[in-house]
């Protein structure tokens, strides 16, 4: 039995960059930043910031480029996948990115950040412990077909 699963939650470093393939597939590459924080044998306290590449495919790359924005926090789940290519001076490089099959928007709408004053978004039906119920599930089928008949729209998205 294999198991290649990656979750992270934490706040976009930059706007996602929504493209298309040559065969007209959407795709959206974007950073989440997670903060580690610990005690050290001296009892300092030290962070650490990880940098995680994201790439979001179809449908899930349009909503991504639609709502999410640098500083916007966010609950992401799908695989790791590493790819390897040359460089235009021939050495092989290598890059390690989560292919995204689920997507949490931890925001309210329409609140993304560019400063350093992110706070998180609470609305009454959120306890005040932040922990979330009734959040809205974005799902991602990897192996779905391209189904121009699955036309997401806005007024359809419920949050």
């Not at 294999?2 to 929504?18: C, F, H, Q, S, Y």
């Not at 909503?63 to 092989?92: F, H, M, P």
Request: aromatic share 6%; glycine share 8%; with cysteine.
């Amino acid at each position: 039995m294999n198991l290649n699963k990656a979750m992270i939650i934490g706040n976009l470093t930059r706007d996602p960059e929504v493209r298309q393939t040559g065969a007209g597939q959407a795709v959206a590459s974007f950073a989440v930043a997670t903060n580690l924080v610990w005690t050290d044998q001296s009892g300092q306290q030290q962070k650490k910031v990880e940098y995680h590449n994201i790439v979001a495919w179809r449908k899930l790359a349009d909503i991504c480029g639609r709502y999410l924005k640098k500083g916007s926090k966010v609950y992401i789940e799908g695989r790791l996948q590493t790819r390897n290519w040359a460089g235009t001076d021939g050495v092989k490089r290598y890059t390690t990115e989560i292919v995204v099959e689920n997507m949490i928007m931890l925001d309210s709408r329409g609140t993304g950040s560019t400063g350093n004053n992110f706070q998180p978004a609470t609305t009454p039906s959120q306890p005040a412990n932040n922990q979330v119920d009734n959040v809205p599930t974005i799902n991602y089928d990897d192996n779905a077909g391209n189904d121009s008949n699955d036309e997401i729209q806005v007024e359809n998205i419920p949050f």
